[in-house]
């Protein structure tokens, strides 16, 4: 038996056993990242799509991605790769040299560096870790997009090595993030660390009767502003989508109204699948 500690689960993994995130393994009594090296999606995309929208704006990045999720999201776009294993899907296999040597021929493309994505890039973050240094001897930009969910000791081997992150921020109370199977406070404490390191962004996916109180979007980006009134907030639309796709799209009027009550306490907010 072995506890693994790369966020708060800390999966008790029997031989053989694979944790919640679908990523990583007892083998042998050793905690092994079955994503390492295997890529489900890779693209070249303006780097506007992660979203981040105040960092080398109108340029691209290479993006990739993996399988796995420490989350159950109801409402993942990405829930084919997210919620399997590496051995369900057809995956290709780039080592961390691969990755920085396509980054660096795409470069007359446009491209910036490396972006992980697509699904949670942090339960395998061995393989983030060791990408991003090589990356950044290259003079590469390194970009995560992440739930923020990991124990803040994985995240600080990070942060010397990534240039900017999108975090989703799902929701702004515990009860919510209690429905996904996450923890709000790590979170939190998750941005807080980022920001001190690199240029943080924030997402948060509205969906109509679960997260869409006016009061706890006041209390987010009240809480954004004691941190950085200059962070950005992406305030993004519900569209119907894998357990919840018997949901209405959030109501456009929801939208305006909530960015309107961010606008009060921070200096970029923007909205998203307008």
Known sequence: ??????????????????????????????NIPLNYGKVSSIALEPIEKKP??????GSKILSIGSAGCNLKCPFCQNHTISMAR???LQMQTLMPKDVVELAIKMKSQGNIGIAFTYNEPLINYEYVLETSKLAKAEGLKTVLVTNGTVESEILNQ????????????????????????????????????AQKFAHVEITTLIIPGKNDKYEDMEAEAKWLAEIDKDIPLHITRFFPNHLWSD??????????????IADVYLNHVYLGNV
């Open 158 to 193: 990070l942060v010397p090595f990534i240039d900017a992150y999108n975090i989703d921020l799902k929701g702004f109370n515990s009860a919510f993030y209690q429905q996904l199977c996450g923890d709000f406070e790590n979170v939190r404490t998750n941005i807080k660390l």
């Open 52 to 57: 981040l929208l105040r960092f080398h704006p």
């Open 247 to 260: 949901l209405k799209p959030t109501p456009l009027a929801t939208m305006v109204r909530l960015k309107a």
């Open 1 to 30: 038996m072995i506890e693994c500690k790369v966020c708060f689960h800390h999966c008790r993994l029997e031989e053989g056993q694979i944790g919640f995130c679908q990523g990583r393994k007892n083998e042998l009594g050793k």
């Open 86 to 88: 590496p051995d369900e």
